[in-house]
């Protein structure tokens, strides 16, 4: 995927924050509180009962003799828990046993389970081997609460999932990943209680399966001769000249997919088409429009080179398809359909004579015959077709199930249609998006998605009845690697918005809770710490919520730790250390300040420094009207964000930038009074990779009455941050800044206007 213009906001009111207290995870009794049972995620019902199963000696599991890979799971997790632990196993039903496996008709879901922890022992009792893994997965989490386990509080458990489709997918082509650590990602897939991995196998940058019948997909394809580095959108990229390759064997694929089913989690594969496919077609260059030569691509983005629509395609793919449906036993294949640029189609004459022959209007006709084509394939052999919601276009295949990213409107449309969805939106779903705006996060393709608000997707979006909305199978995290090179950053990206969106597909949306997620969270990162998983810490960060009054011209600022016991600050700029001020109430900014402060527990640092910046001035809470109005989708707050006191920060889509394109900022504030005027501070943004510019012009004016207007400034130097000396009386002050017209050459977008992104009117 490729981010050209700026996507997504922040919706950041954490209003809930304020009314959180510390901790309640200790309450010093023997009561077993609900939440203490730390199950992620959260269970429909489970009823907290009093006092403890103490672990004898030697434990006994029972259960059904097909249960022997389940029970094989749940002994080997007792045993990294409690080494000292004795666990034997009996296939046969016997009441001197300590936990019982059952299968049980009471069990109505297919995947959901019973977990019943009493004096008598353990019970799991589910309709399928699914659900009895669900439920031994929820008795780990009861297992893994302290370091050296002993005993199990008393619990009942009745749980079953939202969502039968719970995915993450994981995008091998732009980076390899061994198959030890897609095992180890399907672990983490499977303790979320997901059931879906969609491995995204071929791409531009590399082809990654073993295909028999087409060696060169692997000899050739899986190699590219070096890599851009930097953000794809740069207009001088370097590169780093290193080779760069990986692929999976058959053997391999065999061994984990095998692993998956053990897990109770379907991988389905993705071999991408028509467009994404430049690996392929540089190994077997006719199967391009142009007949090449062709290179495994380098950079990232679209590129143009895409399948032709010949049948020497078509018996290409179907081969290689065959291939891959014996490999995978998942009833879906996904076949991309994402992103195919037409260019290459308009100019080809077998695609053109393809277009006339089949009485197709156009190339989007064209590719909707392709994927038609395909599903027609697939489903003669048994399996089904999932896409990316551009299979939409030109006609969507008779039985396709859509994967909607570019929103949810995909998914809507194809429900509505009468056909099956699952929701990956880029704004909720993306976790190759930047996860907190701390300017040391590593490189991201872009966007925003913080813990909270992946948290906060509903897949079923309001516009569906009741019967559309059974067409939406789930959701699903997706994770594009471009910017991941290890398995550190993979992981980093992951974790914990897995956890998030684990309890948007599994739990009741009626249990949805931030707060009480967040306590449930800490037991999860130290499962994490178990599995060596190295989850972003963002969710040990200070949060803040702050206040302004517009009148007095100042701001109340709360600060709140999830996980600490004290928080310290500094005003003055200096650092925070243990003798710092404490944090008791919420901070009042009467003057222009930086705060600083840092969480402790136990005199020990929690997560990283805090730092924000208010800025007072005369302009907070004036009035200003904007002669056009700012693109919808940058205006957030609205024209009021220029004088909120507020720095806009890094990311343009951070919600204090306005963004205007082709016409003007005029702005004109009004501070009611006349005023002595020092000096005003205007500041923009420039990344020209997102076709943001400073503007080309800048004016300033003053008037006493809002009709009579005086320049005292203008200049087409304009800079990021603009301070500009008034010495003058005025009631009204008048900005105009022009975006350029037309992104000059050697910029991305050239001749297209550019943005203009403006924040703070600063007034003093
Ligand atoms: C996608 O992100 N191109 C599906
Ligand atoms: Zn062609």
């Known amino acids: 995927m490729k981010i050209i213009a700026p996507q997504g906001l922040l919706i950041a009111a954490l209003i809930y924050l304020l009314a959180v207290s510390s901790c309640s995870d200790n309450k010093g009794t023997n009561q077993n509180e609900p939440n203490q049972y730390n199950i992620l995620p959260m269970p429909n019902k489970l009823v907290a009962e009093n006092g403890q199963f103490v672990l004898p000696k030697v434990l006994v599991i029972s259960a059904d003799s097909s249960l022997k890979n389940e029970t094989q799971i749940l002994r080997s997790f007792i045993l990294t828990q409690a080494p000292e632990q004795v666990v034997e196993v009996q296939y046969q039903r016997s ?23 009493s004096a008598e022992g353990i019970k799991v009792k589910a309709a399928t081997a699914a659900g009895i893994f669900y439920g031994i997965n929820s008795l780990s989490q009861l297992l893994s609460q302290k370091d050296q386990v002993t005993s199990i509080p008393f619990v009942r458990i009745f749980d079953a999932p939202r969502f039968e489709y719970r995915g993450m997918h994981l995008d091998v082509g732009r980076h390899y990943f061994p198959p030890s650590f897609i095992k180890k990602y399907i672990d983490g897939i499977a303790m979320h209680k997901m059931n879906r991995f969609h491995w995204h196998l071929t791409e531009d940058q590399g082809w990654r399966i073993e295909i028999k019948k087409y060696p060169k997909l692997t000899s050739i394809g899986s190699v590219r001769k070096e890599t851009i580095l930097g953000h794809a959108g740069a207009s001088n990229p370097s590169f780093d000249g290193k080779e760069y390759k990986g692929f999976y064997t058959q053997e391999e694929i065999k061994e984990i997919v095998g692993y998956a089913q053990m897990r109770h989690v379907t991988i389905i594969p993705e071999i991408e088409m028509p467009g994404h496919a430049q690996a392929a077609l540089a190994a077997y260059p006719e199967l391009g429009c142009t007949g090449g030569p062709y290179e495994v691509s380098t950079k990232w983005g679209i590129e143009k080179e895409v399948f032709c629509t010949t049948e020497t395609t078509f018996e290409f ?49 064209l590719q909707s015959y392709f994927i038609k084509r395909i599903e027609t394939f697939l489903n003669k052999n048994g399996k089904k077709l999932i896409g990316w919601d551009e299979i939409l276009e030109g006609g969507l295949a008779p039985d396709a199930t859509v994967m909607s990213w570019r929103g949810v409107q995909g998914g809507v449309k194809a429900a509505q249609l009468g056909h099956d969805a699952i929701m990956t939106p880029q704004s909720h779903c993306y976790f190759d998006h930047y996860q907190s705006d701390d300017p040391s996060e590593p490189l991201a393709i872009g966007g925003f998605l913080p813990l909270q608000k992946v ?127 404490l944090y008791q109430q919420p901070i009042e900014v009467t003057q222009t300040m930086k705060i600083q402060a ?24 004036a009035d200003i009207s904007l002669a056009h109005q700012p693109v919808k989708k940058y205006t957030f707050h609205g024209k009021n964000t220029l004088l909120n006191g507020r720095l806009g920060g890094k990311e343009f889509a951070d919600g204090e930038w306005l963004g205007f394109i082709e016409k003007p900022l005029v702005a004109e504030v009004d501070l009611k009074t006349s005023n002595n005027l020092q000096m005003v501070n205007i500041r923009f943004y420039d990344d020209p990779d997102s076709w943001i510019f400073l503007p080309e012009k800048l004016t300033v004016m003053a008037s006493e009455n809002g009709a009579d207007y005086t320049e005292v400034f203008t200049t087409s130097n304009v800079l990021n941050n603009n301070m500009i000396p008034l010495n003058l009386e005025a009631r009204y002050i008048k900005i105009i800044g022009n975006p350029i017209s037309s992104i000059p050459v050697g910029h991305p977008g050239v001749g297209k206007p550019g943005w203009l992104f403006v924040d703070e009117i600063e007034i003093k």
Not at 464 to 488: C, D, F, H, P
Request: proline letters at 3%; aromatic letters at 10%; charged letters at 25%.
């Open 95 to 117: 009441n001197k046993s300590h936990i019982q496996l059952v299968f049980s008709d009471s069990v109505a879901h297919q995947e959901g389970y019973q977990l019943l922890v």
């Open 317 to 365: 793919l179907e081969n290689v398809l065959k291939e891959v449906m014996d490999l995978f036993p998942s009833q879906y294949i996904h076949i991309g359909g994402d992103e195919c640029p037409k260019d290459r189609w308009k100019l080809c004459k077998k695609c053109q004579s393809r277009i006339r022959s089949e009485g197709l209007s156009d190339e989007h006709e």
């Open 455 to 581: 948290y906060a997707f509903e897949p079923i979006p309001k516009e569906l009845n009741q019967q559309e909305s059974k067409r939406i199978l789930g959701a699903q995290g997706n994770v594009w690697t471009e910017y991941m090179q290890s398995e550190k950053h993979v992981e980093y990206m992951v974790y914990p918005r897995i956890a998030a969106l684990a309890e948007v597909v599994w739990s009741n949306p009626e249990h949805r809770n931030y707060q009480d997620f967040s306590q449930r969270l800490h037991a999860q990162f130290k499962r994490y710490e178990l599995l060596e998983i190295h989850a972003a810490n963002h969710f040990y960060d200070i949060n803040k919520v702050h206040q302004l009054d517009t009148l007095l011209q100042q701001f109340k600022v709360q600060l709140h730790s999830w996980s600490s016991d004290t928080i310290r600050y500094t005003t003055d700029g200096s650092p925070v250390n243990q003798q710092s001020t």
């Open 598 to 621: 840092q969480a402790y527990t136990n005199n020990l640092e929690v997560g990283r420094l805090f730092t924000d910046e208010f800025v007072i001035h005369q302009g907070i809470g």
